[in-house]
C-alpha cells in the first residue's frame, strides 16, 4: 500500500463494475453498501467500464463517502484488453490494497490487473453462472457461448482470493459449473434499506398522478412487474397470463418498468397476439420504482432464475403483496401464503391464478404485505449487508 495522501492504518478498496448508470442490482447494492459501511479504516474508490445514462445515476454516486473514476471518456468505444490495461493504470496509481468487483466484464478485467499486480480480489457472485436455463428463451445466449465463457472463468478465477455470493444457489451453480471451492464462497444476502424505500415512495407519483401519466383509470386492480427487458425476466409468460386475469378482473392494468433489452420487440409482439395490449403499459426505465411498488395492488416477479432480485425484496420491504416465480433462491425468500405467494415458473395458467387470488383479497394482500416487512427487517437490511461485506474485507487482509 502507498502512504501518499493517506493514513497508514487506512486499506484502500477499489470497487470496479460495469457501470453506474443502468439501475440493475448490481449497481443499486454497490450505491447502497457504499452508504451503510461504518468502518472508517476503509477507503473507498469506484472505477467503471461504461457510462450508460450515467447522468441518472450521479446523484446516487456522488452522495456516497468514495472517488469515481471512470475508466474512458464518455461515449467511447473500448475493447476487453483497453478495459484491462485502462484499470491496471488505475490500479498502479492508486495502489489499492483489496479490488472488490462485480459483473462479467469488470470481473474480467479485475482479475487479470489483480493477478497481475499481486492485489487481493474479492469478486461479487450475482447470478447463476453457466446453467442451461440461461439458454431458454434466448437467441443470444448459446451452450457454446456458455462453454467457452466457463473455460475463461475457471482460468482467471483460481488467483481470486474470496468470492461472495448472494445466495445459496449461486454459491452452488458456480461451485458445480466452475468448480469454485464452497469454502472460498461467502453467502451474503443483498440488503434493502427500507426506511429509505419508504421515503423516496413517500415523495413519488401517487397512484392518481400514475394514472394521468399513463392513462389508465386509477380504480383498477393494478399489477406491477420491474425488471429489465431480458428473457430472464419472464414478462413474456406474465403477459400470457393476463387474459386469464382479465376475464376474472377486466379493469386491470399491468405496469412493465424496466429499461428496453433484448426480449423488447418479443414483449409487444405477445401482447398484440394474446390481445392484451391496451391493458400493458410499458413504462421504459424509471428511478421511481418504490413509488410504483406502492401504487400497485400486486407486484410480481414472474423471473426464470436470480442471483436474489432487488426489487423483490423492495417490494417486501415497502409491504407490497408479492407474487414471484417458484426458483431458488426467490423461494428462500417467500414462504408461499405467509409472506407472498409463489407460481411456477413458465407457467401462465398459475400465474393467472394465483395473481387473480390475491386481486381479489385486499386482507390477503394487506397480511402477506406485513408479513414481508417482517422478512426484509430480520433477514435483508442494508446495514448488515455491508457489515458483512466489511468483514469479509478485514479477513481476506489478515490472512495475506
Not at 256 to 268: F, I, W, Y
Request: hydrophobic share 40%; glycine share 6%; charged share 25%.
Amino acid at each position: 500500500m502507498s502512504d501518499q495522501g493517506r493514513s497508514s492504518q487506512t486499506d484502500v478498496v477499489l470497487h470496479v463494475i460495469n457501470s453506474l448508470g443502468i439501475s440493475g442490482g448490481a449497481e443499486q447494492q454497490l450505491i447502497s453498501n457504499l452508504r451503510h459501511f461504518s468502518d472508517s479504516l476503509f477507503e473507498h474508490h469506484i472505477a467503471y467500464l461504461y457510462d450508460y445514462d450515467f447522468e441518472n445515476r450521479t446523484s446516487e454516486a456522488n452522495d456516497v463517502a468514495a472517488s469515481i473514476l471512470p475508466l474512458f471518456p464518455p461515449g467511447s468505444k473500448h475493447s476487453r484488453p483497453q478495459a484491462i490495461s485502462r484499470l491496471g493504470r488505475v490500479v498502479r496509481d492508486l495502489q489499492p490494497d483489496l479490488i472488490h468487483c462485480s459483473l462479467a466484464d469488470a470481473s474480467l478485467a479485475a482479475r487479470i490487473v489483480g493477478w497481475r499486480q499481486r492485489i487481493p480480489v474479492v469478486e461479487s457472485l450475482v447470478n447463476i453462472a453457466h446453467d442451461p436455463v440461461r439458454l431458454i428463451d434466448s437467441p443470444y445466449v448459446t451452450a457454446w457461448k456458455l462453454y467457452a465463457h466457463r473455460g475463461v472463468d475457471r482460468i482467471t478465477m483460481r488467483r481470486v482470493e474470496a468470492f461472495h455470493a448472494l445466495s445459496n444457489v449461486v454459491a452452488r451453480s458456480w461451485h458445480e459449473s466452475v468448480g469454485i471451492d464452497l469454502d472460498r464462497i461467502h453467502v451474503i444476502p443483498r440488503g434493502v434499506d427500507a426506511a429509505g424505500l419508504l421515503a423516496q415512495a413517500a415523495s413519488g407519483p401517487t397512484r392518481q398522478e400514475l394514472a394521468d401519466e399513463f392513462r389508465f383509470d386509477p380504480n383498477s386492480k393494478v399489477i406491477l412487474s420491474v425488471g429489465r427487458h431480458e428473457p430472464q425476466k419472464g414478462q413474456r409468460y406474465l403477459i400470457e397470463a393476463l387474459p386469464e386475469i382479465l376475464s376474472a378482473e377486466p379493469s386491470t392494468v399491468l405496469l412493465v418498468a424496466g429499461r428496453p433489452g433484448s426480449a423488447s420487440e418479443g414483449l409487444t409482439e405477445t401482447a398484440n397476439r394474446f390481445g392484451v395490449e391496451p391493458a400493458i403499459r410499458f413504462m421504459g426505465r424509471r428511478t421511481d420504482v418504490a413509488a410504483l411498488i406502492r401504487a400497485a395492488d400486486v407486484f410480481v416477479f414472474p423471473s426464470l432464475y436470480e442471483g436474489l432480485g432487488v426489487s423483490l425484496l423492495e417490494a417486501l420491504a415497502l409491504g407490497a403483496a408479492v407474487a414471484a416465480s417458484d426458483v431458488e433462491p426467490l423461494n428462500e425468500v417467500i414462504v408461499d401464503g405467509i409472506n407472498g405467494r409463489l407460481f411456477r415458473s413458465r407457467d401462465p395458467d398459475d400465474i393467472a391464478s394465483v395473481v387473480t387470488d390475491l386481486l381479489a383479497s385486499t386482507d390477503q394482500r394487506n397480511r402477506l404485505g406485513k408479513e414481508g416487512q417482517v422478512t426484509i427487517s430480520e433477514t435483508y437490511t442494508a446495514v448488515v449487508a455491508a457489515h458483512r461485506l466489511e468483514d469479509l474485507y478485514r479477513d481476506v487482509l489478515k490472512a495475506i
